[in-house]
């Protein structure tokens, strides 16, 4: 596969892909190549070269690194990699991300599946996989890519930004791509859990009070103070800034700490559900 369908509609991609597919046209017929022998040269077919130069996909890297060497261009295509980097991820992704990145505590709720930035990429292919209407293969792959590169985040200095994610008992139970992703799933849990600006809880089954029957969400606070709020819903995802709404899930999301077992006790539940997946 040689690209990444594009997203028509969104503008901040357009205007990158225009100066891409303008760059990589003018390179290619100052090099005296049509389409069809270009994308023989390079190893893909004429109609993703066409697609590509019509802004309808977004190349590969190893696209643009086939095309700079092919066409001498110096390492001048191959710097278009930077350009993008960012924009063959879903729009919504990119804005998630940026608020993500822009964060200095996020607190996450999820009742359904394992919060995203905790996923492994097994699970997050199970997942994509299992969506109806369903992915193409490129589509999953796509989505896969995206939600691994938000999980950056984690990776950073602890201590610059504090994370806190409760996560229903359900969750570690739903064996979504089968028992060995979820056992690896768990661990993957664990291994988080002991991050130190991270606080993983898990609120149990078994508990009278849950105050997140209503879905998944997130509470993030910025650096300049501003807190937003990200609801998750099928088809009405969206990003909340008036304080009324971001105040009352800023409220629940400390109830449902205030619910959920101490980190340490999660950690040492996780360990349990993952015991039973051994047996």
Same mark, same amino acid.
């Given at each position: ?126 997942? #994509? ?87 998944? #969400?997130?509470?993030?606070? $910025? ?25 009352? $899930? ?30």
């Amino acid at each position: 596969m040689g690209g990444w369908q594009a997203d028509l509609d969104d503008e901040e991609a357009g205007a990158v892909m225009r100066t891409v597919v303008r760059q990589l046209k003018l390179w290619r017929e100052a090099a005296g190549f049509t389409q069809a022998e270009f994308g023989t040269a390079i190893g893909y077919g004429e109609e993703l070269v066409s697609s590509v130069e019509r802004g309808r996909r977004i190349p590969r890297p190893e696209y643009l690194d086939a095309a700079d060497e092919v066409l001498g261009a110096g390492g001048k295509i191959a710097a278009l990699k930077e350009d993008v980097a960012e924009i063959r991820y879903p729009k919504k992704v990119r804005d998630l991300k940026k608020l993500e990145a822009e964060a200095v505590e996020l607190g996450a709720y999820n009742n359904s599946v394992i919060q995203g930035l905790l996923q492994t990429e097994e699970y997050a292919r199970a997942l #994509f996989n299992s969506r109806r209407p369903g992915f193409t293969e490129e589509e999953v792959e796509q989505q896969v890519a995206a939600r691994l590169a938000r999980q950056e985040i984690l990776d950073l200095v602890a201590g610059r930004r504090a994370f806190s994610f409760v996560q229903c008992e359900s969750t570690l139970r739903r064996p979504i791509g089968g028992k060995m992703v979820l056992r690896h799933q768990l661990e993957r849990l664990l291994e988080i859990a002991k991050l130190r600006n991270v606080d993983l809880q898990i609120l149990p089954l078994d508990r009278e009070e849950n105050s997140g029957t209503d879905g998944s #969400f997130r509470v993030l606070t $910025l650096k300049d103070g501003t807190t937003v709020a990200f609801s998750e819903a099928p088809l009405s995802s969206r990003v909340m800034t008036a304080p009324k709404e971001t105040t009352v $899930l800023g409220m629940r999301y400390g109830v449902l700490r205030a619910q959920a077992l101490s980190p340490r006790d999660s950690s040492a539940f996780i360990e349990k559900v993952l015991g039973e997946t051994r047996t």
